[in-house]
């Protein structure tokens, strides 16, 4: 399973990015996806997850009423709009494919895609 994170930069505070994570030989679909965030000295966290029909959705409570999560299996793509952003949100963001939102474990973690936001 190989995924790959996009849609990374920089934006002001208050501004949005939406950010796109694309399975490469495999159908994500068979997979929930999940969003996490390691920003700079500080350890990776949780910030999202779907699950594999779409039907279940999963927010840190420092992200939700700001961000979404979606899926759209004809593109083999889940994304994470992430709206009112906060310098706090500066961190590189991964995507990762789990069996379900709750695994210990992910399948495979793509590589990241770095958000900076400036105040």
């Known amino acids: 399973v190989q995924l790959q994170a996009s849609g990374g930069g920089l934006v002001q505070s208050g501004g949005s990015l939406r950010l796109s994570c694309t399975g490469s030989?495999?159908?994500?679909?068979?997979?929930?996806v999940n969003w996490a965030r390691q920003a700079p000295g500080k350890e990776r966290e949780g910030v999202s997850c779907?699950?594999?029909?779409?039907?279940?959705?999963w927010y840190a409570d420092s992200v939700k009423g700001r961000f979404t999560i979606s899926r759209d299996n004809t593109k083999n793509t889940v994304f994470l709009q992430m709206n009112s952003l906060k310098p706090e949100d500066t961190a590189v963001y991964y995507c990762?494919?789990?069996?379900?939102?709750?695994?210990?474990?992910?399948?495979?973690w793509g590589q990241g895609t770095l958000v900076t936001v400036s105040s």
């Open positions: 990762a494919a789990k069996r379900r939102c709750d695994s210990a474990v992910a399948v495979s």
């Open positions: 779907i699950s594999r029909g779409g039907a279940d959705i």
């Open positions: 030989g495999v159908t994500l679909d068979y997979y929930a």
